[in-house]
């Protein structure tokens, strides 16, 4: 078994499954969950991890080099924290997706832009979950499983002490 788990074939694996993280966004969104702006943030990585994989697999290059990819499933799971937290309400989201208090003192005008330019997607409401796992919760146990096996594919490629 360990003889198939080259630092190629966990580098062609890690980026077959931001592929698949990727993939299965769109069809959540396909499906009618539209993305609010830290999904969209947490599919970036996702988009790098795939790119670095695929120039390693083309270019031959040396497995240390996954650790890019390494890098970009840990920056989306750091982003899938974020994200889980905005949604519980244990961090602050961003202004442009969460919603804030009304300001008491604001003119039925000025109340009325306020809620016109309110996003549509917001940040902190969970728009689904199974057994209390959200998708960006699923986002942070994909990218933590994808960052441990570039991180094997980088061990692998390290010459024997």
Known sequence: MTQ????????????AGSALVLASAFVFQALGYAPCHLC???????????AIGLVILALRLPGWSGLAGMIAALTTMGLGI??????????A?????????????????DLMAQINS??????DEIPWEMFGVTMANLNVIASAVLAVIWLMAYLKSRPAL
Request: net charge positive; glycine share 4%.
């Open 118 to 123: 309110a996003p549509l997607v917001r940040c």
């Open 93 to 109: 989201g961003p202004s442009d997706c969460t919603s804030s208090a009304v300001d008491s003192s604001l003119s039925a005008a």
């Open 40 to 50: 969209l943030l947490q599919r970036w990585p996702h988009a790098a991890a795939i």
């Open 82 to 91: 974020y994200h889980s937290g905005v949604e519980r309400h244990i961090f």
């Open 4 to 15: 198939t788990l080259t630092p190629r074939f966990l580098i062609a694996l890690a980026t």
